[in-house]
């Protein structure tokens, strides 16, 4: 046994994929206690905020400042509002405005927006320019106000009797706060989906959720096919008849398509994610039951089952003692197998829409099937869903790691 | 003299039990095979001829660790090599092995076949199946094996057809030595003919360059091997050429394996065999003196005292005994 | 010797294997008499349906046709009591000692569970182990150095003389050995067919060995059925059928042993 365990924890493939399995759980384990935000509270207004670190404006109005002579400052700040392909953009237009090109250098700022002011009008008639280029100029004439300029930003408040504003502060642009001191900040790693939802914890709560799932498919489906496979593998005769005609008639329907019609018949309304585990569960013992009968019926004309018999035992220490041992390290690859097959059935069905309804959890399906409705790959809002593909292929990545490592230390031929 | 294939020298192995325990299976044991004979090993069942033959692959993994000693192939000293070197260039090429009970140890889900297949994969990745397949039709075919034994499941051979079937997938890469431990202990008198005219087969047509056979029953050795080895507790007692082992043994030992063979002739019913009482010593802790010392027939206080060793005649013979040879043939004269 | 108990006899008794183009008739038609505390021998080639034959007698398999009797009466085993019952009074060392172990448990167990089938399942500790050191002793093993070990640890002889150990804890009225010998050096082996002609001389033990070594079956057996393909082709005394045997297979098997004062030949095969 400590061989095995020993055996086992020097097979790097079954090490890599233990790593990442448990690195997941701890995650999903830890994550909620650090940071325990509601995973479906709506926090954007808007959807898809990209991922970032929020800082509150308001607050930071308020917050102390500091004065840092940071050389570059004015340059980042207007290389942040004007840039490179703006640049190009206004020397195009200068040129077709008939400013010959050997005047503009677009690397002067001071210059470029000089020639700009002086000769931008949103009126001239410039030949090949688009009603959409048109605008695009409107809005960066807009955007260029007031960039050059070095003066104090006011902040006034309004009075609330007479309406006039009332200067309270200035902000220089050498100005600073520490985030700190900023009363209200949230990292959003991922960003926020289309409902304006922390994607990070919605992710860390669903795979909590979809691994509970693939745990509960798993071994519902195990225990399952266990049984049955024991059962007809050991008694043979008409039990085994029985067990294998059951097995073939679920072997001959696709499970998934039973999946789909179970999970549609039960409704939206009854479909939480137990219910949705156990669906799963029901519909893919067969395979299990299979494997474990063929194991079975080699094992029971063995000479240590029949010395067992002589000794007087009964069928059930039997089947529990001089058997059972004898298969589960294969039972441990099926139970794996399983859970890795139950996450992504869950996935499937989700994506389809008939996964767990959807007021009250993620799971990793659920947050495939919002990015999708809400079109987050057409808009390119990676965040929304590349993580959860990412997290599903990790998991199932790392099980079936776990699965070839036990296969090759249980299986010595196919050991290289 | 032939060219020496295989060298071992003071070779020492253990296992390391569960309970940390060290279980000294092969004590110092030294041996050569010359090309083109054939070595017997014989001994009472757990005095470590199979922990030997293991050791000498020198491919060591847990619970058996190496102690000390040299294993020298055909020139090239192995013992200290890297295990998984040991197993892509030694094994199945330089020496072969079968295990004891490897005919029961196939997997019954897979043909022989693709079996075979799995076995030169691990040695040289460039065959395709057809090659593979040719080669081990052709290997069949001199062996006098049937070609559709290839096709078949281990389930459908008889035992004698499979321990033929492993013989001949152990030779597939043209090993030097062949280690065969206890190849048709479990085979009825029949298939156990086949088995050794097979592998007399592989030596005579140079399939295998050397052969060490691993039984308890002394007619077969002396029926095939050259020189015999009797090995007790971990050590060697007794080694000499067949004929010498059986007819002459001198190891109080090897007299009593002697004396307890059954042939089917008359008068050997009701004859009282040489029946050794007691239990050989346990390999823990093993005594100091004679490990024989408790069961032997001539025991002398002396034998308890230290260690015994091997007396090496000039005649090549060897055994483990404080006594001379005449003493022992003459105490064996007296009954 | 007409006043001799039969304790198992057999009519008629046969085993197919499969159906269609895969039948196999293992045990074709065989008929049987064992008397009480005797010895006897079934010895024949692989395949020739030896096992299969001790398997049925020992209830482990229905025999596809024919009758099985012990002592004098048809033989029921319907129920898991009625076997439990039939099983005090027979048992068996199985051919493969490597496959006869639960690897999973220790070797204690396998010896406790002939001391519970004896009905000694509240004796103390110390007894136990008093009676499995003495049932090791027999077959010259050392319960000290086996108990708390697995069945892995041991080498095959040791193996298989721990499954002689056990019969000498259940002392069945009949014991079936299936090769008992087959990895045992031929010292130890003289050793233990002692023990087992002792025992059988002791509890009047019926004493059916199976082997393929014509020599140890002259050497041990006061009878001896000789099987080919299923069929039983010749039986009677051991000294009948070995010194004067009329079957040309019987022969055969006699030529096939390994000889030392002969010439062994190896052309006839
Ligand atoms: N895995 C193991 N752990 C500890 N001890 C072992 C192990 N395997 C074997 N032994 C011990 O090593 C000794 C030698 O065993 P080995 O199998 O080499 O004997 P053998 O001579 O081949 O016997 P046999 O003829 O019965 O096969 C025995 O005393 C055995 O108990
Ligand atoms: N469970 C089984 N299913 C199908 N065929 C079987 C089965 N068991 C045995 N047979 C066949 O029955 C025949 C007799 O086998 P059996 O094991 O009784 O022979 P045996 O005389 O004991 O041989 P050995 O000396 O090799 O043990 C063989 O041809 C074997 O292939
Ligand atoms: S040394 Fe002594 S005990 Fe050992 S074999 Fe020789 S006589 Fe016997
Ligand atoms: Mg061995
Ligand atoms: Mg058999």
Known sequence: MKHTLHQIFHSGKFVLGFCIFIVILLIVMVYPVLFPYPPLAIIGQGTFFAPGIYVNAYDSVHAPKYTLNLEDAAAKRIASRLSEDDRVAMQEWLVGYGIPQGEIDINDTAQLLGLWNTHYDPKAQIPGLTNAKRNYYIRLDTALEGLLATEDAVIAVKNPETGALEAQGTIAQSDYVNVGQVANVRFLPLGTDNFGRDILTQLVAATRVSLQIGFVAGIIATLIGLTLGLLAGYIGGLVDDVIMFITNLFTVIPSFVLLILISFSIGQERRGAVTVAIVIGFTSWVWTTRAVRAQVVSLRNRDHVNLSKLSGHSIVHIILNDILPYIASYVVMALILQISSGILSEAGLSILGLGPRTTEVPTLGLMMNWAMIYQAYVLGKWWAYLPVLITIALITFSMNLMNTGLDQVFNPALRD | MGKILLDVRDLSTKYVTRFQENVYAVDHVSLQVEEGKALGIAGESGCGKSTLALSLMGYYFPPLHYISGDIIVDGRNISRMDPDDVRRLILGREIAYIPQAAMNALNPTQKVISFIEDVIRVHDLGSSKREIYERARILFQTLGLPENVLQKYPVELSGGMKQRTVIAVAVLLSPKVLIADEPSSALDVTSQKMVIKMLMRLMEDGLVRSLIFITHELPLLYNVTDDIMVMYAGQIVEKGTAKEVVFDPLHPYAKGLMGSIIVPEEGVRGVKLTAIPGAPPNLKNPPSGCRFADRCKYVQPACRVTAVNLRELPNGRAYRCIFSEEELREAYRNG | ?269
């Not at chain 3, 008794?13 to 895969?22: C, E």
């Not at chain 3, 129920?79 to 099983?87: A, G, H, L, N, V």
């Not at chain 3, 640890?153 to 259940?170: D, N």
């Open chain 3, 1 to 269: 010797m007409a006043d001799r108990q039969v304790c198992l006899s057999g009519t008629g008794l046969t085993k197919v294997f499969g159906f269609g183009r895969q039948k196999t008739v293992a045990v074709d038609h065989v008929d049987f008499k064992f008397y009480e505390s005797e010895v006897v021998s079934i010895v024949g080639e692989s395949g020739s349906g030896k096992t299969t034959l001790a398997k049925m007698l020992l209830g482990l398999l229905t025999p596809t046709e024919g009758e099985i009797y012990f002592q004098g009466q048809k033989r029921d085993i319907s129920t898991q009591r009625k076997r439990k019952e039939y099983w005090k009074n027979i048992q068996a060392i199985f051919q493969d000692p490597f496959s006869s172990y639960n690897i999973f448990n220790k070797i204690d167990a396998v010896l406790l569970d002939c001391i519970y089938m004896r009905g000694g399942r509240r004796l103390p500790q110390a007894q136990k182990v008093a009676l499995m050191t003495e049932a090791c002793g027999f077959v010259n093993l050392k319960f000290e150095e086996l108990t708390n070990k697995y069945p892995f640890e041991l080498s095959g002889g040791q193996m298989q003389r721990l499954m002689i150990a056990r019969i000498f804890l259940l002392k069945p009225k009949i014991l079936i050995a299936d090769e008992p010998t087959s990895m045992i050096d031929a010292c130890s082996r003289a050793t233990i067919l002692d023990m087992l002609m002792q025992l059988r001389d002791e509890i009047g033990m019926t004493l059916i060995f199976i082997t393929h070594d014509i020599g140890l079956a002259y050497y041990v057996s006061d009878s001896v059925y000789i099987m080919e393909r299923g069929k039983i082709v010749e039986h009677g005394s051991a000294d009948e059928v070995i010194l004067n045997p009329k079957e040309a297979y019987t022969r055969r098997l006699i030529s096939d042993v390994p000889k030392i004062y002969e010439e062994w030949d190896l052309s006839t095969v």
